[in-house]
């Protein structure tokens, strides 16, 4: 397979891997991309890192984050300042990281706003001033094999635990444990997907992290299997098998 760039696709600063593809109107700036990673049309992602095997669909925006493996997105999806872990399935519409306004202030708008639409000022505080804020932003961290239905807003600083399964339309606020499913406004927890021990075994497993041969040779078991002590028993002797 041979790389694709759409004529009218912008790269700048940026590193493509193997038979990647980027369609039109995309735009990549001080960006790194693994093998095998396509990017959908007028999707734009700024100073990020793309491991390989991803796809990332049509008006994305991606900003100074980070996402594993054999993840994608669907259609106009927004992250900002996320570490995103392997195997993560991501739906359309969501927003992750998005900027937080004050609530106890005189006013809710920001500074680093205001010096940066002020363009007829240009005192010690300058346009440079947002930049700096998007530097210092918090950032989020979603783990590996995360469902994250379509619609959802995730806030900064936000903590999603590997396995969590997310809701359609929810807005979290606050940190998600492993293989929990949440849902609503604000997102609260529904129910465990699995007993504590299961859980435990799983997070100590870590089948997402296994040599991708490795998980070639067990995609049925993976991806068909429902999950019980015989299941946890197989991906425990195969895990064991790795040096």
Not at 5 to 14: E, G, H, L, P, R
Not at 34 to 49: A, M, R
Not at 167 to 192: H, Q
Request: charged share 20%.
């Amino acid at each position: 397979m041979s790389d694709f760039i759409a004529t009218d696709a912008k790269v700048k600063n940026s590193h493509t891997g193997l038979s990647c593809k980027i369609y039109s109107r995309a735009e990549l700036s001080n960006t790194n991309m693994g093998d095998y990673v396509t990017i959908g049309n007028d999707t734009i992602i700024q100073e990020s890192s793309l491991a390989g095997n991803i796809s990332i669909n049509r008006r994305n925006f991606i900003h100074r984050s980070k996402i594993g493996h054999f993840c994608y997105t669907g259609i106009g999806t927004s992250l900002r300042s996320v570490d995103i872990g392997n195997f993560c399935s991501i739906s359309w519409g969501v927003s992750v990281g998005g900027g937080n306004h004050p609530h106890d202030k005189v006013t809710t708008s920001t500074l680093s706003r205001f010096h940066f639409l002020d363009q007829g000022y240009r005192g010690e505080l300058s346009a440079n001033a947002l930049q700096d804020t998007y530097k210092a932003q918090q950032s989020c961290k979603i783990g590996n094999d995360v469902l994250i239905s379509s619609n959802v807003i995730i806030l900064r600083d936000v903590v999603i635990g590997n396995g969590a399964i997310i809701g359609a339309g929810a807005v979290v606020t606050k940190d998600v444990e492993p293989y929990s499913i949440v849902a609503g406004v604000p997102s609260k927890k529904l129910k465990m997907r699995f007993e504590d021990n299961i859980i435990a075994e799983l997070e100590e497993i870590q089948w997402w992290n296994w040599p991708l041969s490795l998980i070639r040779e067990n995609l049925k078991l993976i991806y068909s299997s429902k999950v019980d002590a015989e299941v946890i028993l197989k991906l425990k002797e195969i895990s064991n098998t790795i040096l």
